[in-house]
């Protein structure tokens, strides 16, 4: 499958302040990337999908002016939480997605962990 | 909108014994579900993938059945062994879009 890494893997930071996280497809062009979050034990929701060169559309409940999705170009999306609060301190995955061959897949990245102070 | 169970939440077997996950989902019309594993702290590893007009997965001592009419999956795992230890997410994919579980943690104890 496609690699997919994001950078940072973990991140803190203090409350008030703005943190950036990219999502980049090594491999593959990613016509679609999607955001999860994650906090502790439980699972993984989408936030936002994004594809590439559009506006993000973000799922009920997100903030889309809290959560800044850009996706510039295939392979690289962005996530920015602004003026991040300590309810933002969670894990968050993004996920590449789009055709292989005759089916639709999606790569998952590792992950990052923010903690907001 | 798609709700995605898994039972149990947990689970703790002695090594050698075959693991059996169970997922249940709202909608059956899915393209795809997918089985996920997530060690503590890390991102997930795929699995499985089940297209819609499969009924089973295989591999290695993996094996997962899909009934997409009853709105269920299930992961096996046969001969467990203690790096088996992690959670196991289920996802299924409506118009591109996954919805996960909540997930079952398994536990193998040597």
């Known amino acids: 499958g496609a690699v997919v890494s994001q950078h940072p893997s973990w991140v803190i930071c203090k409350s008030g302040t703005s943190v950036k996280i990219e999502c980049r497809s090594l491999?593959?062009?990613?016509?679609?990337m999607f955001w999860y979050r994650q906090f502790p034990k439980q699972s993984l929701m989408l936030m936002a999908t994004?594809?590439?060169?559009?506006?993000?559309?973000?799922e009920q409940g997100v903030e889309k002016d809290k959560f800044l999705i850009n996706h510039a170009s295939l392979t690289l999306s962005t996530l920015t939480v602004t003026s991040a609060h300590p309810e933002d301190s969670s894990f968050y995955i993004c996920?590449?997605?789009?055709?292989?061959?005759?089916?639709?897949?999606?790569?998952f990245g590792p992950g990052t962990r923010l903690t907001v102070t | 909108k798609q709700e995605v169970t898994q039972i149990p939440a947990a689970l703790s077997v002695p090594e050698g014994e075959n693991l059996v996950l169970n997922c249940s989902f709202t909608?059956?019309?899915?393209?795809?579900l997918q089985w996920f594993r997530q060690d503590p702290g890390k991102g997930l590893t795929s699995l499985l993938l089940?297209?819609?007009?499969?009924r089973e997965q295989t591999s290695g001592r993996l094996n997962a059945s899909l009934d997409k009419s009853s709105g269920r999956s299930t992961l096996y795992i046969a001969a467990s062994q203690p790096g088996d230890s992690a959670t196991y997410l289920c996802?299924?994919?409506?118009?591109?879009?996954?919805?996960f579980g909540a997930g079952t943690t398994v536990t193998v104890r040597a």
């Open positions: 996920s590449a997605g789009g055709r292989v061959g005759s089916s639709y897949e999606q790569y």
């Open positions: 491999d593959f062009q990613a016509t679609t």
């Open positions: 994004s594809n590439e060169g559009s506006k993000a559309t973000y």
């Open positions: 909608d059956s019309a899915i393209y795809n």
């Open positions: 089940i297209q819609s007009s499969q």
């Open positions: 996802a299924v994919d409506n118009d591109y879009k996954l919805s």
